[in-house]
């Protein structure tokens, strides 16, 4: 195939992990395995915080919304993976390439906008305790989410219709098990200059800002907490953002961990490996941070298991007459 325009050709291919047809269905397993498990866990953080009106806070609004997210987020790219495999194909077309890109970045933002806003959360909810109720009422919380959702839809689009505008040669086999941007690039035949410099341009600004604002918002937290005379203050306020903060560090610093081993190895299926990381791991490790710390969601749940084992002897019993 001549150099020339994205649109020449249909399909690409996504290598994946590894073409050892041994490996396959064990690749195949764990990913199932985990993408289960995924959708599960945030799918009962979801309901569980809809269904009881006592988890109906500003804090566990948030909650639920990175609880979708996630879920959608893992949904971009393990199902198409996982299909692969069953059928023993590597193909994905251009505009399904293009559709995973965009919703790819969209949900990866997305969680980092939602991360910051909960860091916000947890600042009023430490430092200014008497107003917290005042300060994040449910328009200020819908609105903060609301332009979350926008900032992350804009900033996935300008990258999806940078990808537009490239042109590419013979060689379209990606390796990674999804259609990840930096790949894209590097596919490319025209000059990548432009796209370089705006991906790079917005990643500071989109992921250094909201990081910056968390840092902000734990250092504010932090000097509140040194403030609070009693241990048991200390830790009881501590405890509020326990979660949100193992949360934070996982999401950063598995990130990290991508990027650097990327630039250390030059090793695309290193990268594929590494970014299993906060692809898959870290939105199926979140519930149970959210779950196993957070006294709230044990009650919740716990209510929600019972009205189920009270239910459930009803139905059957009025299943079996007549």
């Known amino acids: 195939m001549e150099p020339g325009n994205n649109t020449q050709f249909s399909e690409l291919f996504l290598l994946g992990f590894s073409e050892d047809p041994e490996l396959q269905p064990l690749i195949f397993g764990l990913f199932l395995s985990m993408y289960l498990i995924t959708v599960f866990g945030n799918l009962l953080i979801v309901l569980v915080t809809i269904s009881d009106s006592h988890l109906h806070t ?32 590597k193909v994905i077309t251009y505009e399904g390439c293009i559709v995973q890109v965009y919703f790819y970045i969209f949900f990866a933002g997305l969680d980092d906008f939602l991360l910051t806003v909960m860091a916000y959360d947890r600042f009023v909810a430490i430092c200014h305790p008497l107003h917290y109720t005042v300060i994040m009422n449910s328009r200020l919380c ?21 990808v537009l505008q490239l042109t590419f040669c013979t060689e379209v ?6 259609c990840e941007l930096n790949q894209i690039f590097q596919l490319a035949c025209s000059n990548t200059f432009l796209n370089d410099t705006v991906m790079y341009l917005a990643s500071v600004l989109l992921a250094g800002g909201p990081f910056a604002g968390i ?10 907490i040194r403030r609070i005379s009693s241990p048991q203050g200390k830790f009881k306020a501590f405890s509020t953002c326990a979660s ?8 950063y610093c598995t990130s990290l961990g991508v990027y650097l081993s990327s630039a250390a190895t030059h090793s695309s299926h290193s990268s594929a490996a590494a970014s299993v990381m906060y692809t898959v791991v870290t939105p199926m490790l979140n519930p149970f941070i959210y779950s196993l710390r957070n006294t709230d969601i044990k009650r919740a749940l716990k209510r929600v298991c019972e009205i189920i084992s009270i239910k459930r002897p009803a139905v059957l019993g009025q299943m079996k007459c007549p």
């Open 58 to 89: 500003p804090m566990y609004f948030f909650l639920s919304n990175l609880s979708f997210v996630d879920i959608c987020f893992t949904s971009t790219t393990v199902p198409k993976m996982l299909r692969n495999i069953q059928t023993q194909s």
């Open 142 to 162: 819908g609105a903060l989410v609301l332009v979350s959702w926008m900032m992350s839809a804009m900033y996935s689009l300008s990258q999806s219709l940078m």
């Open 173 to 178: 086999e990606i390796p990674h098990f999804f």
């Open 215 to 224: 840092l902000y918002s734990y250092s504010k937290i932090v000097s509140a």
């Open 244 to 251: 949100h903060l193992s949360v934070v560090l996982l999401f």
